[in-house]
């Protein structure tokens, strides 16, 4: 296909899926109803018929009419190029940061919300890595054993939540972040032996971050208050928090002082009982070199 004389290279929405609208998420459907009017009305100006505009962005037909109908998120690069094809300024290219939030679940952006406002936080994990100390990969290959099997759309939107999370490391001020992890989640090989040494080697970098405490719990200590599964607390600016346990208060988030004192009452226990974080980093490399 040509447009203006020059060869355009159509990408059908296989190749440049973008993401699919959450119904239930009606922040994000609004958004995403206002972008795809907004672009609408845009070309509408110019005088632009969708299928030229379309081939000017080398997608198909099918994704442009999708996007300006609501009915599917665009992907920033998208946004970008269709505010120089259209003259627009930089008005659509300034949706794009809102566009971005949507991709994310809507439970898993709530829960990137608490973390990046949260001075610190405390989790220990029994099964799995906690989502931020993943690579992208190892988040990958985790979450494509979930069952039912997630659909590739919905693959990709999990996985670039959980990566996106991980910005909680970068942030200024730094938060003080600790985490105590059980020893068989150094061990499970998530993804292949690679993938797990990638992120093993990982986690030994981390844990030279000043505001970074990753311990480990061995195997060998058998009696410890975190045999329930997993515990979390998110402390905020404000003297406020909110934590979570899985064999506690039916797994639901509390902010309830009682109830967040009998949690951190439970995780200062466990950290005492972890491995101090040079013993832990030292056992990190002696699973890796295992490995």
């Known amino acids: 296909m040509s447009v203006d004389g020059e060869a355009v290279q159509v990408r059908d929405e296989a190749d440049e899926p973008g993401w699919e609208v959450d119904p239930d998420d009606e922040w994000g459907?609004?958004?995403?109803?206002t972008v795809g009017r907004q672009l609408k009305l845009r070309r509408e100006s110019v005088g632009m018929r969708v299928a030229d505009f379309a081939a000017a962005m080398g997608y198909g037909d099918d994704l442009a009419y999708k996007i300006e109908a609501g009915?599917?998120?665009?992907?920033?690069?998208?946004?970008?190029?269709?505010d120089e094809i259209l003259g627009a300024g930089g008005l659509l290219a300034a949706m794009s940061e809102d566009v971005a939030k949507v991709r994310y679940p809507k439970?898993?952006?709530?829960?990137?919300?608490?973390?990046?406002?949260?001075?610190?936080?405390?989790?220990?994990?029994?099964?799995?890595?906690?989502?931020?100390?993943?690579?992208?990969?190892?988040?990958?290959?985790?979450?494509?054993?979930?069952?039912?099997?997630?659909?590739?759309?919905?693959?990709?939107?999990?996985?670039a939540a959980r990566t996106a999370r991980t910005a909680v490391f970068e942030r200024s001020p730094a938060p003080e972040l600790s985490f105590v992890q059980e020893e068989v989640t150094l061990r499970r090989p998530i993804g292949g032996i690679m993938v797990l040494r990638r992120q093993l080697e990982h986690l030994l970098e981390l844990a030279q971050l000043r505001h970074v405490s990753i311990q480990v719990m061995p195997t060998?200590?058998?009696?410890?208050?975190?045999?329930?599964?997993?515990?979390?607390?998110?402390?905020?600016?404000?003297?406020?928090?909110?934590?979570?346990?899985?064999?506690?208060?039916?797994?639901r988030p509390v902010t309830d002082p009682r109830q967040l004192r009998i949690l951190e009452l439970r995780y200062g226990i466990i950290r005492a009982e972890a491995l101090t974080g040079r013993e832990s980093s030292a056992f990190i490399e002696q699973v890796l070199g295992e490995t």
């Open 71 to 82: 009915n599917r998120i665009p992907r920033p690069e998208y946004l970008e190029k269709a």
């Open 107 to 159: 439970k898993v952006r709530n829960l990137a919300k608490l973390e990046s406002q949260a001075v610190e936080l405390l989790s220990y994990g029994s099964h799995n890595l906690h989502g931020v100390l993943q690579t992208e990969e190892y988040a990958r290959s985790l979450l494509s054993t979930r069952r039912p099997t997630l659909s590739e759309d919905e693959l990709e939107r999990a996985v």
């Open 29 to 33: 459907t609004a958004v995403i109803t």
């Open 220 to 251: 060998s200590h058998g009696d410890h208050p975190g045999t329930g599964g997993r515990i979390q607390v998110l402390k905020f600016h404000d003297g406020t928090a909110v934590g979570r346990a899985d064999d506690e208060f039916g797994s």
